[in-house]
């Protein structure tokens, strides 16, 4: 704090705060331009988290983060309500553009540690719960591999039945 006393919010003023998610651009040299993306809402890293826990071919993982991410330079977002032929389009495009997407999005959302576990493990501890956190980590890695696709570098293509923002994707 900067010293400065700090008032008490209202239940209005603090759902404000869903208006002021925190946005980045990511580079796409390939395509020759950028794509905005902005952190989870905690609705989101709830999902994200159950998402985890499913079996690996289950997940659609990659393409569920760009779906909840992916925004206009104004913070609206570029799939309203995505459902599942905007996943299947999604889990099509290449590892090597959807890498530093999902990468930027876990950052800005505080579920990207440093690349030392026990950093991880303590941030996910503060934020969700070690019983959680154990969860998490034990499907981290494989979460972020779950895009690793054939030899083309395509996305696998999983069914998600109904994970999203409130569960009902």
């Known amino acids: 704090m900067d010293g400065t006393p700090s008032v008490t919010l209202t239940a209005a003023a603090l ?14 040299p390939d395509l020759g331009g950028r794509v ?32 909840w991410s992916l925004c206009d330079e104004d913070g609206a977002p570029l799939f309203r309500r995505p459902n599942e032929s905007v996943l299947v389009e999604l ?36 934020r969700i719960g070690e019983a959680d956190a154990h969860r998490v980590l034990d499907n981290y890695e494989v979460a972020l591999s779950a895009g690793a696709g054939g030899d083309d570098g395509d996305l696998p293509d999983h069914d998600l ?3 999203g923002p409130g569960g009902n994707g």
């Open 15 to 28: 759902l404000q705060g869903t208006t002021s998610l925190k946005r980045e651009p990511v580079e796409l």
């Open 91 to 126: 889990a099509k495009l290449p590892k090597r553009l959807v890498e530093p997407i999902v990468e930027r999005v876990l950052s800005l959302s505080a579920l990207r540690g440093g690349d030392d576990p026990m950093s991880r493990a303590e941030e996910l501890f503060a």
């Open 36 to 67: 905005f993306v902005r952190e989870l809402t905690a609705g989101e890293v709830e999902d994200y988290i159950a998402l985890l826990e499913r079996p690996t071919g289950e997940r659609r993982t990659p393409a569920r983060l760009l779906a």
């Open 161 to 163: 039945d109904g994970v």
